[in-house]
């Protein structure tokens, strides 16, 4: 593979990008004309604008993709995550042109794409599963006698779904018909697929996943887990490897479990089975069949390149390591900067990065694909960056991640980087005993800006001084205004 082509944007086109130069391999970006400026078009070989800003009419266009392929005579394609992704049929299309899909199989894609027939390739492995369907269920009838047989609470589930979409808890019988509907509604217009199937509700679980590479030749080797349980609208916020609360045992236990999974449809490349953890049991939830956002805490206690080795696996090459060379060295920590108000239920808060400084320093990484002056655009989502630090053992990635927060600049637009400091500084979070359930259990705005108040009276403070300063006839240049504290603290105070 002499050319690959990142059929993405942002952050992961720009982190593809940058292992692939490191692997002499060189690399094709398409844009949109709303990215036109983007880091990752910069720093590709070679760039393409693909359309104007709405996804669909720009990053979906896989024929235009595969023209630019032709065209400039292309040897590979990483999708990255989200976008065609996921797509069986891109896949496909891939496949036939001749060009490699540095990815899985469009078969695996599709089992696995799909929750009920992911459920029924791992059902000879013995796999525990939660209790639920295992076909889909159409209408309301269905859905009572199910609920029935299983107990309630249930879960409603789009059999095509993630992200939460499609998604309904149900407590009692009358909800049923009106939850159903919601879901099947929600399923239909998100996925194109309206199918819904129902499993028992777990009331208290942890989100847990495992890393997995497979090669052509028929070895898996399982890279250890991710804890994901803080999430928001069913979506990751903060990630860390390994698990506060898996023992030696488990953690062997749900690799081998991973390794089925990725066996029972014959996965080729990286990816992520999912589970459901409570107290000692675990659930296969789902498989994602592709690189995850977070797949950086992986990679920091590991020590392993991911994007390097999807494309050495799609080209061929046996994994270089068995399981038993690999290992966890210390503990990483991820949090996901979102353009969202923290204060305001997560509410998008597009707009241009008026000042942009991200943190540096050993053991801090920032995957991100904006500039400072660059606008959020309102066509796709709304991260701006991943926030990763790795350290010794858990206590002092904690302390380094708040520090890094604290060093991260941003004015312009509000962030998830309050939140994230809010989580970092919980109780419930230092000790480990958290669940999925953290923000609803422990999360307002009132208590964030309760937490932020002695943060507010110091700010407040150094503002105050370097006033007194100005009018002495000091430039504020001289003093680098608040220097390390951090840019998101003081946007915030100058709105109160």
């Not at 919601?182 to 199937?197: M, N, P």
């Not at 069949?289 to 392993?304: A, N």
């Not at 004015?411 to 359930?437: I, M, R, Y």
Request: hydrophobic share 40%.
């Amino acid at each position: 593979m002499k050319k690959i082509l990142v059929a993405n944007r942002g952050e992961i086109a720009l982190r593809v990008m940058r292992s692939a130069r490191e692997m002499g391999i060189k690399t094709v970006a398409v844009y949109s004309t709303v990215d036109r400026h983007s880091p990752h078009v910069a720093y590709a070989d070679e760039s393409v604008c693909i359309g104007v800003g709405p996804s669909a009419e720009s990053y979906l266009r896989a024929d235009e993709i595969l023209k630019i392929c032709r065209r400039l005579k292309v040897d590979g394609i990483h999708p990255g995550y989200g976008f065609l992704s996921e797509n069986a049929k891109f896949a496909r299309q891939v496949k036939a042109a001749g060009i490699i899909f540095i990815g899985p199989t469009p078969k695996a894609i599709e089992v696995m794409g799909n929750k009920l027939a992911a459920k029924e390739a791992v059902k000879k492995y013995d796999i525990a599963m939660v209790p639920g369907t295992d076909k889909a269920i159409n209408s309301p009838k269905m859905a009572l006698k199910a609920a029935e047989e299983i107990g309630y609470p249930i879960l409603i589930k789009a059999s095509a779904g993630g992200g939460g979409k499609g998604m309904r808890v149900v407590e009692k019988k009358k909800d049923i018909e009106e939850q159903m509907k919601l879901a099947v509604s929600e399923a239909a217009s998100a996925f194109g697929d309206g199918s819904v199937f129902i499993e028992k509700y777990v009331h208290s679980p942890r989100h847990i996943e495992i890393q997995i590479l497979a090669d052509k030749h028929g070895n898996v080797v399982h890279l250890f887990e991710r804890e994901c349980s803080i999430q928001r609208r069913h979506q990751k916020v903060i990630e860390e490897a390994p698990s506060a609360v898996l023992t030696d045992e488990l953690r062997d236990e749900m690799g081998r479990t991973a390794i089925k999974v990725a066996k029972s449809c014959r996965y080729v490349g990286a990816g992520t089975v999912e589970f459901l953890y409570d107290q000692g049991d675990f659930y296969f939830l789902e498989m994602n069949t592709r690189l995850q956002v977070e797949h950086p805490v992986t990679e920091m206690i590991v020590g392993v390149d991911l994007v390097k080795e999807q494309i050495r696996i799609a080209r061929g090459d046996k994994l270089r390591f068995k399981q038993e060379d690999l290992s966890i060295n210390g503990h990483a920590i991820e949090a996901r900067v979102y353009a969202e108000d923290s204060y305001n239920n997560f509410m998008p808060n597009i707009g241009r990065l008026e000042r942009y400084k991200p943190p540096h320093g050993p053991g801090v990484r920032v995957d991100d694909g904006y500039e400072e002056g660059m606008d959020i655009p309102i066509y796709y989502d709304s991260m701006i960056s991943k926030l990763i630090v790795h350290a010794n053992d858990r206590n002092e990635a904690m302390k380094k991640l708040e520090l890094a927060i604290d060093d991260y600049q941003i004015l312009g637009l509000e962030t998830t980087l309050p939140f994230c400091k809010f989580v970092l500084g919980h109780k419930a979070f230092k000790s480990g005993d958290f669940n999925t359930h953290f923000v609803a259990d422990h999360f307002s705005a009132e208590k964030l800006k309760k937490g932020a108040d002695a943060d507010t009276l110091e700010i407040a403070a150094l503002l105050a001084a370097r006033l007194v300063h100005a009018e002495r006839g000091r430039a504020s240049s001289q003093n680098g205004g608040l220097g390390k504290r951090s840019a998101w603290k003081e946007n915030r105070l100058s709105e109160q």
